[in-house]
């Protein structure tokens, strides 16, 4: 089980990672894939790191901060990748994903980073499938899932509101098998 590939390594969230959370979580150009509607504080960051010592099985969601391959232990994560909606009885998770400095994207943080995230879901709590869902006019984000092995599995139409608009959202998932 591998949690470090070529690229990025992924790793349990730490306290030092509120500040660029804080910054990630409060901003709204993110909140629109993220479900996000109001702030986030450094208190609510500081309970979400404290709830993260306990297990997927507990808390049905775990995030994982992806930082790059090589680079010193303590180095500035360069996002993260997120389980949730965790279902224990048909092993089945949702995944978040975001790399949020533009001048580090399209680097292959998250391709890799999606693709260790589905050896370790898979191999280390049994999983059976992820899925994921994004924005019909989000290219980028549904083809890193498509080039993980992700495929579409319906639309919802309408279902994102945002200031241009509603927008149609792509059902996606992918078996682990």
């Known amino acids: 089980m591998r949690l470090e590939g070529d690229i990025c390594r992924l790793r349990a969230v730490e306290p030092r990672d509120i500040d660029p959370m804080f910054a990630w979580e409060n901003d709204p150009a993110v909140w629109t894939v993220s479900g996000t509607t109001a702030p986030c504080s450094r208190e609510q960051l500081r309970r979400f790191v404290e709830r993260q010592r306990y297990d997927l099985w507990q808390t049905r969601q775990q995030r994982l901060m992806i930082e790059p391959a090589g680079a010193e232990r303590d ?3 360069v996002g993260a990748v997120d389980l949730f909606d965790f279902d224990p ?17 399209r680097r292959g943080y998250a391709s890799e980073a999606l ?31 498509r080039r993980a092995g992700f495929v579409s599995c319906g639309v919802r139409r309408d279902w994102l509101r945002t200031p241009e608009g509603y927008r ?3 059902t996606m998932q992918r078996l682990l098998g």
Do not use: K
């Open 75 to 77: 180095a500035e994560p």
């Open 89 to 105: 009885q048909h092993l089945r998770a949702g995944v978040g994903i975001l790399v949020y400095d533009a001048a580090v994207r």
């Open 115 to 145: 693709e260790l995230l589905c050896g370790y879901a898979r191999e280390v709590f049994g999983m059976h499938q992820l899925w994921c869902e994004t924005a019909a006019d989000n290219a980028a984000g549904l083809a890193l899932f």
């Open 168 to 170: 149609d959202v792509v």
